[in-house]
């Protein structure tokens, strides 16, 4: 047994970076349609663990929003600073809620699954 003993834990497919470097199973992973454009969801960690990144990107819309592939997902990722990143669950139901300055839940990006 490791003496690993994690009290929280995520699961998604692929890992998208890993110590600031893009995972080269982006571009082999699954299915081409699974790596190429669709709207996403991701997490990556920041500033040595401290800061969190959660990223949506919409998808699916012809001449508004064609989604990102799991490579552009890694590379937006490593721009906004992210040492380690994986890939969550995505699709057409990808959606960021968070709270506006009035303290208001709002979603904050346009899914393409029917509400």
């Given amino acids: ?25 982006v571009d082999s992973v699954n299915t081409p349609a699974f790596r190429g454009p ?15 990144l959660l990223v949506t990107t919409d998808g699916r819309r012809p001449g508004v929003a064609l989604g990102t592939s ?10 906004l600073g992210a040492t380690d990143a ?16 009035a303290g208001a839940l709002r979603i904050h990006n346009t899914p393409s699954d029917s509400a």
């Avoid at 047994?1 to 199973?25: K, M, Q, Y």
């Avoid at 799991?70 to 721009?79: F, K």
């Fill in 1 to 25: 047994l490791l003496p690993v003993a994690p009290r929280e834990a995520v699961g998604g497919l692929p890992l998208l970076l890993r110590d600031g470097v893009v995972d080269p199973r």
């Fill in 38 to 52: 669709n709207p996403r969801t991701a997490v990556g960690v920041r500033d040595g663990g401290r800061r969190l």
């Fill in 70 to 79: 799991l490579r552009e997902t890694a590379e937006l990722l490593r721009a």
């Fill in 86 to 101: 994986i890939n969550l669950d995505g699709g057409g139901s990808t959606t960021m809620v968070a709270r506006d300055a």
